[in-house]
């Protein structure tokens, strides 16, 4: 079996993981979870969203998490960007990268951007122009790419629909994104290949949430298949807010462990990103979900 020698972390945290929070988090204390990221060796971060405030109001501060972050070269930022609108203040805070999303799923593209998935992707078109005039790479999200909340399967059809007219939209590259943690490991591969046939290994990520305890077997599935690209949330934060139950994406402290200990290099340093995730989990009062931070922290505890 060959699996992949580097795997590259992109850690959604800030975004993914702060936004279904319904208690305001200071933007300082998003900024300051940024810098221990970075200070961890993660080399990709997503840090807000510009989406609309009403829609999902933790994200209200995007302008000043992005003033605020202490930015280290060598580090990639990215932010997400619904329509025009985003994408507009968005480019003003200087994105290496900006993320437009829509679904497998016409039902959850409806609750989640209030369009259906031939709109969303009409509306990226001028989104994706713009960001590449102004030399920014553009990923996209296929949410609900192995089970929708409303519509329940989802097929590699399903997938391979939606994966290719965003591809020749020019789209850089593709998330493959589990919103609600249903998928396992025969049904991933399946998806994965769907999205391979149309963009470079390079740029294909997978991202999953950790719902039903799927998420690492289903990274080692995508591995098999030479994806080296992964999200991961740091504690474990997050869930959607437009996918209810859905918990948060797999712990980056948890992906790091398994990486470790398959001698697959990330770059990230495990004591510290477990530094990171109890920071952010002492600001919302509560654990980290990683277990393997559960573990370090209650093995340095005794
Ligand atoms: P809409 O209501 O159809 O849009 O929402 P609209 O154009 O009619 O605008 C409504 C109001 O929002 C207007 O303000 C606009 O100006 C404003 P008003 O005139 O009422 O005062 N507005 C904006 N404000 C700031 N920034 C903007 C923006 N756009 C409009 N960009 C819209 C459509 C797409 C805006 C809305 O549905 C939205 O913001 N949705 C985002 C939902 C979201 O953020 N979901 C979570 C992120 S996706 C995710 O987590 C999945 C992912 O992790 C992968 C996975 O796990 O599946 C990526
Ligand atoms: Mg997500």
């Known amino acids: 079996m060959n699996l992949p020698t580097y795997v590259k972390i992109l850690d959604v945290g800030p975004r993914d993981g702060l936004q279904n929070e319904k208690a305001n988090v200071a933007t300082e204390h998003k900024a300051r979870l940024v810098a221990m990221l970075q200070d961890a060796g993660l080399r990709e971060i997503e840090v807000t969203s510009f989406v609309s405030p009403k829609w999902v109001p933790q994200m209200g501060d995007?302008?000043?998490?992005?003033?605020?972050?202490?930015?280290?070269?060598?580090?990639?930022y990215s932010v997400l960007v619904p329509n025009l609108k985003g994408l507009d203040s968005a480019l003003a805070s200087r994105p290496d990268e900006i993320l437009v999303f829509t679904a497998a799923s016409e039902a959850f593209t409806q609750k989640n951007i209030?369009?259906?998935?031939?709109?969303?992707?009409?509306?990226?078109?001028?989104?994706?122009?713009?960001?590449?005039?102004?030399g920014v790479k553009v990923r996209a999200a296929l949410s609900c790419a192995l089970g929708c909340p409303y519509e329940g399967d989802i097929t590699a059809?399903?997938?391979?629909?939606?994966?290719?007219?965003?591809?020749?939209?020019?789209?850089?590259?593709?998330?493959?994104?589990?919103?609600?943690?249903?998928?396992?490991?025969?049904?991933v591969q399946a998806a994965m290949e769907r999205a391979l046939k149309h963009f470079p290994t390079a740029e294909v990520s997978g991202h999953f949430h950790d719902t039903y305890g799927q998420a690492l077997t289903?990274?080692?599935?995508?591995?098999?298949?030479?994806?080296?690209?992964?999200?991961?949330s740091v504690a474990g934060l997050g869930g959607c807010p437009y996918a209810k139950g859905a918990t948060g994406n797999v712990a980056t402290e948890d992906v790091v462990f398994m990486l470790d200990g398959l001698g697959?290099?990330?770059?990230?340093?495990?004591?510290?990103?477990?530094?990171?995730?109890a920071y952010i989990s002492g600001v919302l009062g509560?654990?980290?979900?990683?277990?393997?931070?559960?573990?370090?922290?209650a093995r340095r505890a005794g």
């Open 157 to 187: 059809d399903q997938v391979e629909a939606v994966v290719r007219p965003l591809r020749e939209l020019g789209v850089d590259a593709i998330d493959i994104a589990d919103t609600i943690g249903v998928g396992t490991p025969a049904k």
């Open 114 to 134: 209030n369009c259906s998935i031939a709109e969303s992707l009409e509306r990226f078109a001028p989104v994706i122009e713009g960001a590449h005039a102004a």
């Open 218 to 232: 289903n990274i080692y599935a995508s591995m098999e298949l030479s994806v080296n690209s992964f999200h991961a």
């Open 62 to 76: 995007n302008v000043a998490v992005m003033a605020a972050i202490a930015r280290q070269p060598g580090v990639r």
């Open 264 to 277: 697959i290099e990330t770059g990230i340093d495990l004591d510290r990103l477990v530094d990171a995730g």
């Open 286 to 297: 509560r654990e980290p979900v990683s277990r393997a931070a559960r573990a370090l922290l």
